[in-house]
């Protein structure tokens, strides 16, 4: 059974930075899109970035200019660097790997921003 794992979360002050990774517990066949979501305490799901098999990517609005997803295909992991982090970043983070036959999806890693 795969699993996504994730790490770099935890406390950090308005305008500090983190960076989240989130790697696969074994290879996986031709993942297509990797996407980061996050979830604020009474708020749905929602997606803040994502990059496709070629390096396309996606951003947010609220997260344009401040966050940079990146992947490495070789290591099965993908990255999210969150520079000048906000309040309303708090929220846990989701990474979820898209492949033809199936999706995956990591625990979450709580982020929490101090203003």
């Known amino acids: 059974q795969v699993q996504l794992v994730e790490s770099g979360g935890g406390l950090v002050q308005a305008g500090g930075s983190l960076r989240l990774s989130c790697a696969a517990s074994?290879?996986?066949?031709?993942?297509?899109?990797m996407r980061w979501y996050r979830q604020a305490p009474g708020k749905e799901r929602e997606l803040v970035a994502d990059i496709t098999s070629g390096g396309g990517t996606y951003y947010a609005d609220s997260v344009k200019g401040r966050f940079t997803i990146s992947r490495d295909n070789g290591k099965n992991t993908v990255y999210l660097q969150m520079n000048s982090l906000k309040p309303e970043d708090t929220a846990v983070y989701y990474c979820?790997?898209?492949?033809?036959?199936?999706?995956?999806w990591g625990q979450g890693t709580q982020v929490t921003v101090s203003s």
């Open positions: 074994r290879s996986i066949f031709s993942i297509n899109t």
């Open positions: 979820k790997f898209e492949t033809t036959w199936y999706d995956y």
